[in-house]
C-alpha cells in the first residue's frame, strides 16, 4: 500500500532551484535513502516532507488521505529528526523526550521509558543534554523521532557522529521499524548505510536525481556503485 506520494514537488528560492520537481511513492514499511554531495537536495527535500518548509510546485499526500497543508493531521503521522540539534538545551535527556512525546498523541510514559532503552540512554535519563557527546546528541534526537510510532520516519543524516556499534543499532531498529509498517526516508554521505537500509536510494545532483537503485540484493556491489557515484556527483 502506498504510504506517502510526492507529486512534482519542488522548491525555488529567489536565487535558487534547490530542488527540481520530484515525483515518488514509498509503500508501507518501505525504506528511502537520499545520497548525493553538499548542496544535491537533501535537505530541501526532507524539509518539504517534513512539512517544515512550503512547496513552490507539487504536492504530498500522507495515507492517501492526509496532504501536506493539512499539517497538524500531517505531521501527527510523522516522526522527523532534524541534521542539528534544536534548542531545548536546558533539559534533561528525559525531559526532552517527554517534551516531545506531549505533541504525540499516541506517545505514553512507557515508550518514553522503552526508548530511552533503546537508544541506550536509560542510564543518562537525568543528564542534562549539555553534557551529553555528539553521537549521544545524535541518539537521542533519533529517539524522539521514534515516538507515538510514526507512520513515516523522515531523517536528516541520522548516523552523523555515530560510532559503528550504534550505526550498527541504527540499521537494526530501522529495519525493526520496517517491520512493524513504518515507513522511513533518509539522508545519508555513507555509502555501506545506504547500501543496507535502502530499498531504493535516490542519488541527488544539483537538485535532480540522477540516479535510482532499487532493491538491493548484493550489499558489497552496491556500496561499490554508490561510492562510484558519490565521485561522480
Ligand atoms: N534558505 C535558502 N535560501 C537559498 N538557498 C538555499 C536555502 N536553503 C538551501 N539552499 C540551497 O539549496 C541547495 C540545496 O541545499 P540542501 O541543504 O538541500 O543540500 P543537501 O543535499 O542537504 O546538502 P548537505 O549534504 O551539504 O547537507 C544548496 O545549493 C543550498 O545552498
Keep these: 500500500m502506498t504510504i506517502v506520494k510526492a507529486d512534482q514537488l519542488s522548491k525555488k528560492y529567489p536565487s535558487k ?4 520537481p520530484i515525483s515518488f511513492e514509498i509503500s508501507t514499511g518501505e525504506c528511502l535513502v537520499l545520497c548525493g554531495g553538499n548542496g544535491a537536495g537533501k535537505s530541501t527535500l526532507i524539509h518539504l516532507l517534513a512539512a517544515l518548509s512550503k512547496p513552490t510546485t507539487g ?3 500522507l495515507d492517501s488521505t492526509i496532504p501536506l497543508k493539512n499539517r497538524q493531521a500531517y505531521v501527527e503521522h510523522i516522526g522527523y529528526m532534524p541534521d542539528e540539534f534544536p534548542s531545548q538545551l536546558g533539559m534533561t535527556v528525559q525531559e526532552m523526550l517527554e517534551f ?5 498523541p499516541a506517545a505514553s510514559k512507557a515508550q518514553v521509558s522503552f526508548i530511552l532503552n533503546k537508544i541506550g540512554l536509560f542510564d543518562q535519563r537525568t ?3 549539555t553534557s551529553l557527546s555528539k553521537g549521544m546528541r545524535q541518539r537521542l534526537l533519533f529517539g524522539q ?23 550498527n543499532e541504527f540499521l537494526a531498529i530501522v529495519k525493526e521499524m520496517q517491520a512493524a509498517g513504518t515507513s522511513i526516508i533518509f539522508s545519508t554521505h555513507m555509502m555501506d548505510v545506504a547500501a543496507d537500509a535502502g530499498d531504493t536510494v535516490l542519488f541527488m ?8 537503485f532499487q532493491h538491493i540484493n548484493n550489499k558489497k556491489k552496491t556500496t561499490l ?8 556527483a
Design 17 to 20: 532551484q534547490a530542488l527540481a
Design 59 to 61: 504536492t504530498v499526500v
Design 100 to 104: 516531545y512525546a506531549a505533541y504525540r
Design 127 to 129: 543528564t542534562f543534554i
Design 145 to 167: 523521532a521514534l515516538l507515538g510510532e510514526p507512520r513515516l520516519l523522515l531523517m536528516d543524516e541520522p548516523t552523523n557522529g555515530l560510532d559503528p556499534y550504534w550505526i
Design 205 to 212: 545532483k544539483e537538485g535532480k536525481v540522477i540516479q535510482e
Design 225 to 232: 556503485d554508490l561510492l562510484q557515484l558519490h565521485r561522480n
